[in-house]
C-alpha cells in the first residue's frame, strides 16, 4: 500500500514565524502536491512537483514556497506566518497521469 | 470559472438506503478523469472511485458506482445501502493536463449524515 506520512497532525506557530511542513511517500511517485483546505472552499492546490527539483504553481501559490529535493520528499514552507494561513494542510502524490492521488494525514496548523 | 460544481446542501440519509451526490463540472479538454474522494472526521481523504471521460461503461467499486452523464457533463456518486461509517465528506474532483502531468481540480464537498 502507498503510505504518505506528513511530519505533523496538529502545529501552532506564532504570526511571522518561517514554517516548515513535511511530506514523505514510500512509492517511488513522481508527482506529489500541496494542498489547503478550508471549510465552504474545499481543496485549492499550492504548489506541486512532478520531478526532483522541480515545482509548479498550483492556484493559490501566494506566500508559500517548496522544495524538492529528493524523490521521496516534498516540502511546503511559510516563509513568515500570517493567521491567514490557519487551515488543514494536505499533501498527496500520484503516478504519471494517475487515477488518483494518495493522500497523507493532513496538518492541521494555527498561526497565532 | 469555477470547474467542478458540488452544490447540495448536507445531505441525509437513512441507514440501508441509497443516496446520489451530485457533480458537474466544465472542461474543453476531450481527455479527463472524474474522481470521487471521501473524508472521514479523522480528516484523511480516501479515494473511492475513478471514471475516465472515454470509458464506456459507468465506474463500479463495491457499494460506490459513478453515474457518468458526458453530454450533461455530470459525474454523480451513488451509494448503495447507506452505513453509519459512510458519515463524512465528499469531494468531486477532476483531472486536469497540465503537459505530460496532470493535476486535480476539486468541488467544495458535500457532507452526508447517515442516519440509523
Known amino acids: 500500500d502507498v503510505k504518505v506520512t506528513q511530519s505533523s497532525r496538529y502545529l501552532v506557530k506564532r504570526t511571522g514565524e518561517k514554517v516548515f511542513l513535511e511530506c514523505v511517500q514510500d512509492m517511488d511517485h513522481e508527482n506529489m502536491f500541496w494542498y489547503r483546505q478550508d471549510p465552504g472552499l474545499g481543496l485549492r492546490l499550492i504548489y506541486f512537483s512532478y520531478d526532483v527539483k522541480m515545482k509548479e504553481k498550483g492556484d493559490i501559490p501566494e506566500g508559500y514556497s517548496v522544495s524538492r529535493e529528493k524523490k521521496e520528499r516534498f516540502s511546503l514552507i511559510l516563509e513568515s506566518a500570517s493567521t491567514n494561513q490557519t487551515s488543514m494542510y494536505l499533501c498527496a502524490s500520484s503516478l504519471g497521469r494517475p487515477k488518483g492521488q494518495y493522500f497523507g494525514p493532513g496538518t492541521r496548523l494555527t498561526v497565532t | 470559472a469555477q470547474k467542478i460544481t458540488q452544490t447540495q446542501p448536507g445531505m441525509f440519509v437513512q441507514e440501508k438506503e441509497a443516496v446520489t451526490l451530485d457533480c458537474t463540472y466544465d472542461?474543453?479538454?476531450?481527455?479527463?478523469?472524474l474522481f470521487w474522494y471521501k473524508q472521514p472526521s479523522s480528516g484523511e481523504m480516501i479515494f473511492l472511485i475513478y471514471?475516465?471521460?472515454?470509458?464506456?461503461q459507468n465506474a463500479t467499486e463495491g457499494r460506490y458506482s459513478l453515474n457518468f452523464q458526458k453530454a450533461r457533463k455530470s459525474a454523480n456518486l451513488v451509494i448503495s445501502a447507506s452505513q453509519l461509517g459512510d458519515s463524512a465528506m465528499y469531494f468531486c474532483?477532476?483531472?486536469?493536463?497540465?503537459?505530460?502531468?496532470?493535476?486535480?481540480?476539486f468541488g467544495k464537498g458535500i457532507t452526508l449524515s447517515v442516519r440509523p
Open positions: 474532483a477532476m483531472r486536469e493536463v497540465t503537459g505530460a502531468n496532470s493535476k486535480l481540480t
Open positions: 471514471q475516465g471521460s472515454y470509458d464506456q
Open positions: 472542461t474543453s479538454d476531450p481527455s479527463y478523469g
